[in-house]
């Protein structure tokens, strides 16, 4: 036992019987071909004993790597980034990685340059596409770089990890249509990036060519009230009013349920109301909302798996990761006509 009291990698070597060096190599993860399965199980089963843990930043000064992520996300606030940072974490810890999380101190929207000080400090980098104007000070660094959530780089530029955000819209949309809507207003987040582009241009595309349609798109930002606001203009809009208000996420949608409540509509059967990401909201909400689930921490574990593959110097192909449209009863067939 050191003289702090922890055990060392000495103490594990001597209860399981081995060298210092096979439980380096044991607790490093390079065993394999060079260590017997039984031989790993008993060093293991030492350290457990013992509770002992490898001091990570001796090690990060021999390997001249902090073994360390930076995830970039524009908040923590919003569930579905605290979820892919679960889901990073998890495989981080699987390869003696840890993940520093960076979230913009002003909520939704870009995050500061945080690399002046951690650039030191950090092996690489996952970063989700809505704060990115945080990322400017990495092409100078040399920082491996996975994108989430962002436009597919051309051959050579950072990899991405992506959510199928065109086939959920394209699914609730048509989800819509089946049901009868004709009169749709699209109320959109007001955050010029890929992922929301892709949903306008999406909504847009499928309802183009259906007879009858009528469509207007209201933008908003990523709040509560500001899509109450957005779904009252286009509830009272000129012309005929919406069966169905489309939103861009459930954060928006809870906005146009309580625009409805206001108004003496009801959901569904005056006005159905659909979201985007599958929040705990959404079986909050009463009506239940229909809603499009999107595997948050599928999406982190991606990431981190993808930037291991970087700076194990594997080549990295861009992921898209499925996602499902979860049919509740915020969304019915349209009011008859008066």
């Known amino acids: 036992m050191s003289v702090t009291g922890r055990p060392t990698s000495r103490d594990v070597a001597r209860v399981a019987g081995v060298s210092q060096a096979t439980v380096s190599l044991v607790l490093g993860g390079k065993w394999r ?31 001249g790597q902090t073994r360390t992520a930076l995830l970039v996300v524009p908040a923590l606030t919003h569930e579905y980034f605290a979820r892919i940072y679960t889901g990073a974490a998890r495989v981080a810890a699987e390869h003696g990685f840890g993940v520093v999380l960076y979230p913009s101190p002003a909520g ?19 970063a989700s596409s809505m704060a990115a104007d945080a990322l400017s000070g990495i092409g100078d660094g040399g920082l491996p770089l996975v994108m989430l959530d962002s436009e597919p780089a051309p051959a050579g530029g950072a990899p991405t ?53 009528r469509l207007r798109t209201e933008r908003c930002a990523l709040d509560v009230e500001a899509a109450r606001a957005a779904a009252r ?40 109301v659909s979201g985007f990401d ?9 009506p239940e909302l229909t809603s499009v689930a999107l ?43 008066p």
């Not at 031989?39 to 000064?61: F, I």
């Not at 010029?192 to 949903?199: A, E, Q």
């Not at 599958?278 to 009463?286: E, K, N």
């Open 108 to 126: 939704i929207g870009p995050a500061p340059d945080p690399f002046g000080s951690a650039r030191a400090a950090i092996d690489g980098v996952i």
């Open 295 to 337: 595997p948050a921490e599928e999406v982190g574990a991606a990431g981190m798996s993808a930037l291991l593959a970087l700076l194990a110097g594997s080549p990295v192909v861009p992921a898209e990761l499925p996602v499902e449209l979860v049919v509740r009863s915020s969304t019915a067939p349209p009011p008859p006509s």
């Open 33 to 63: 071909g060079r260590v017997s399965e039984r031989t790993a199980a008993a060093v293991r089963t030492a350290a457990d004993e013992l509770g002992y843990r490898p001091n990570l930043a001796a090690r990060s000064l021999r390997l």
């Open 278 to 286: 599958d929040l705990a909201l959404a079986t909050a909400l009463d």
């Open 161 to 213: 990890v992506n959510l199928a955000v065109a086939d959920g819209i394209r699914q609730v949309t048509r989800h819509l249509l089946g049901l009868g809507h004709r009169r749709f207003a699209h109320i959109a987040a007001d955050v010029d990036t890929w992922t929301f582009r892709v949903r306008t241009e999406t909504v847009a595309a499928e309802l183009a060519g259906v007879d009858g349609v």
């Open 233 to 272: 203009r286009a509830l009272g809009g000129p012309g005929p009013r919406p069966t169905v208000l489309l939103c861009d996420g459930d954060v928006l949608a809870a906005g146009a349920c309580k625009a409805a409540r206001g108004l003496g509509l009801r959901v569904p059967q005056d006005l159905s």
